[in-house]
């Protein structure tokens, strides 16, 4: 009988994981430069966690399940909901702010197609009891940092704010019902809907217009500035874009202008506050985002003090197809510094004992086992990238050396065992 991986899931072999220990290795030491540290969450949580947010209907888009004691529990769709229940049950007399990050796996019933898959993976990060500007612009500068750190070719960060949009609403005094359904029509880019919406609630074609003044701005501050013009006498719609403005600011001082300002996204999950921004490839077509996030509060669905929180998430499996969409290489290290060759199967005792002794340095090994003729052995190692080749023979044994032919210049020296760690390291 053939198995195959189920649907929605892949198999990663050497040069994938490869590729995805360097990028993800790169991305957790710009996080850990910002002084954010790691946590973790299960796989599986209880289903309630994910349905109290987002109605009984997600459990058509997720993995979930009964166990043996009948309890409710679904496979984790992101990674959000478990960071707000992991700082409910632990960390909520921890002092503020509180910088984490986490990567992990998640699942969604979905149907797989380029860049979505059933099982993916999400790196993300979370501020949690920060001043407000501070963090939103910090965290952007992390994330920019993250990605001009992989190299890749083309990314645009995208800033905006949800305040503006919903003060304008509250000002033409629209239930927060109507007004999720407005924003997800334009999170979503459905303007003919958007358009219907406001046609629905008697919004008049004046009022209409402010409306999309707000979804069509686009560029800078100067747009802000501009913007606010048309709203003199909505204060709530005027304190969101002098909000914009200094969060926007404060990125500047971290060394960044590169952004885009664009109050059209919506982010259509419903506990983002004000802030939010998205960072797209444009190589990856219909999926282009890569990075989403914004400031907001999860932690009133744990009856627990209402705390803002400023985090995103990277779509990591887009960023690999990002990379070979791009064509670009990514720079992974060698796995084996160092392959040893015994020239006679008898050899094999000394071959281990200056593994070990190397090993002990930390110097990566592998040994010839299986007997194979040098030329197919320095084959192995020129296929594979491994820098140093370790060649053990009779002779030199007696004479206590070994000869190491360096695989980048060719060279080829005899060498004592004393100097095998200097020859190796210098």
């Given at each position: 009988?053939?198995?195959?991986?189920?649907?929605?899931?892949?198999d990663?072999?050497?040069?994938?994981m490869?590729?995805?220990?360097?990028?993800?290795?790169?991305?957790?030491?710009?996080?850990?430069?910002?002084?954010?540290?790691?946590?973790?969450?299960?796989?599986?949580?209880?289903?309630?966690l994910?349905?109290?947010?987002?109605?009984?209907?997600?459990?058509?888009?997720?993995?979930?399940?009964?166990d043996?004691?009948?309890?409710?529990?679904?496979?984790?769709?992101?990674?959000?909901?478990?960071?707000?229940?992991?700082?409910?049950?632990?960390?909520?007399?921890?002092?503020?702010?509180?910088?984490?990050?986490?990567?992990?796996?998640?699942?969604?019933?979905?149907?797989?197609?380029?860049?979505?898959?059933?099982?993916?993976?999400?790196?993300?990060?979370?501020?949690?009891?920060?001043?407000?500007?501070?963090?939103?612009?910090?965290?952007?500068?992390?994330?920019?940092?993250?990605?001009?750190?992989?190299?890749?070719?083309?990314?645009?960060?995208?800033?905006?704010?949800?305040?503006?949009?919903?003060?304008?609403?509250?000002?033409f005094?629209?239930?927060?019902?109507?007004?999720?359904?407005?924003?997800?029509?334009?999170?979503?880019?459905?303007?003919d809907?958007?358009?219907?919406?406001?046609?629905?609630?008697?919004?008049?074609?004046?009022?209409?217009?402010l409306?999309?003044?707000?979804?069509e701005?686009?560029?800078?501050?100067?747009?802000?500035?501009?913007?606010?013009?048309?709203?003199?006498?909505?204060?709530?719609?005027?304190?969101?874009?002098?909000?914009?403005?200094?969060?926007?600011?404060?990125?500047?001082?971290?060394?960044?202008?590169?952004?885009?300002?664009?109050?059209?996204?919506?982010r259509?999950?419903?506990?983002?506050?004000?802030?939010?921004?998205?960072?797209?490839?444009?190589?990856?077509?219909?999926e282009?985002?890569?990075?989403?996030?914004?400031?907001?509060?999860?932690?009133?669905?744990?009856?627990?003090?209402?705390?803002?929180?400023?985090?995103?998430?990277?779509?990591?499996?887009?960023?690999?197809?990002?990379?070979?969409?791009?064509?670009?290489?990514?720079?992974?290290?060698?796995?084996?510094d160092?392959?040893?060759?015994p020239?006679?199967?008898?050899?094999?005792?000394?071959?281990?004992?200056?593994?070990?002794?190397l090993?002990?340095?930390?110097?990566?090994?592998?040994?010839?086992f299986k007997?194979?003729?040098?030329?197919?052995?320095?084959?192995?190692a020129?296929?594979?990238?491994?820098?140093?080749?370790?060649?053990?023979?009779?002779?030199?044994?007696?004479?206590?050396?070994?000869?190491?032919?360096?695989?980048?210049?060719?060279?080829?020296?005899?060498?004592?065992?004393?100097?095998?760690?200097?020859?190796?390291?210098?």
């Open positions: 009988m053939e198995f195959n991986n189920p649907r929605g899931t892949r990663f072999l050497f040069e994938d490869d590729e995805r220990r360097s990028i993800e290795n790169s991305i957790r030491s710009t996080f850990e430069s910002y002084g954010f540290r790691e946590v973790k969450t299960p796989i599986f949580e209880d289903l309630k994910f349905t109290e947010r987002s109605g009984e209907g997600i459990k058509n888009e997720i993995y979930h399940f009964q043996k004691g009948n309890r409710d529990l679904a496979l984790r769709p992101e990674l959000t909901a478990s960071i707000a229940r992991l700082y409910d049950n632990n960390l909520q007399k921890t002092a503020k702010p509180i910088k984490m990050y986490y990567y992990g796996s998640c699942f969604r019933y979905e149907r797989p197609q380029a860049g979505r898959f059933r099982q993916f993976w999400q790196f993300g990060c979370e501020v949690i009891g920060g001043n407000p500007i501070d963090s939103e612009a910090e965290i952007v500068s992390m994330a920019n940092d993250a990605l001009s750190k992989l190299n890749l070719d083309e990314y645009n960060i995208h800033i905006g704010h949800l305040g503006i949009i919903r003060g304008i609403l509250n000002y005094n629209i239930d927060s019902d109507n007004q999720q359904k407005i924003i997800a029509s334009i999170d979503k880019e459905e303007y809907l958007l358009n219907n919406l406001l046609d629905e609630l008697s919004i008049d074609e004046s009022d209409k217009q409306i999309y003044k707000i979804v701005c686009k560029g800078s501050i100067d747009d802000l500035n501009d913007l606010k013009s048309y709203f003199n006498d909505i204060d709530e719609c005027i304190n969101a874009i002098n909000n914009l403005i200094g969060i926007l600011l404060r990125i500047e001082d971290f060394g960044f202008k590169d952004y885009v300002v664009d109050l059209s996204i919506a259509g999950l419903d506990y983002y506050t004000g802030f939010v921004f998205e960072i797209y490839v444009p190589s990856l077509g219909a282009k985002q890569i990075t989403g996030g914004g400031t907001y509060n999860l932690n009133e669905m744990f009856n627990s003090e209402y705390i803002e929180s400023t985090g995103f998430a990277i779509g990591f499996d887009r960023i690999i197809e990002a990379y070979h969409r791009q064509n670009t290489p990514i720079n992974t290290d060698n796995t084996i160092v392959l040893i060759i020239l006679d199967q008898n050899l094999k005792s000394e071959a281990i004992k200056i593994s070990q002794t090993r002990k340095e930390n110097i990566s090994v592998d040994i010839d007997g194979k003729k040098l030329k197919k052995n320095l084959s192995y020129n296929i594979h990238n491994i820098p140093y080749v370790i060649i053990i023979g009779k002779k030199e044994v007696e004479n206590n050396t070994v000869t190491i032919k360096d695989m980048n210049s060719g060279n080829q020296e005899s060498i004592t065992y004393n100097n095998i760690i200097k020859y190796i390291k210098k």
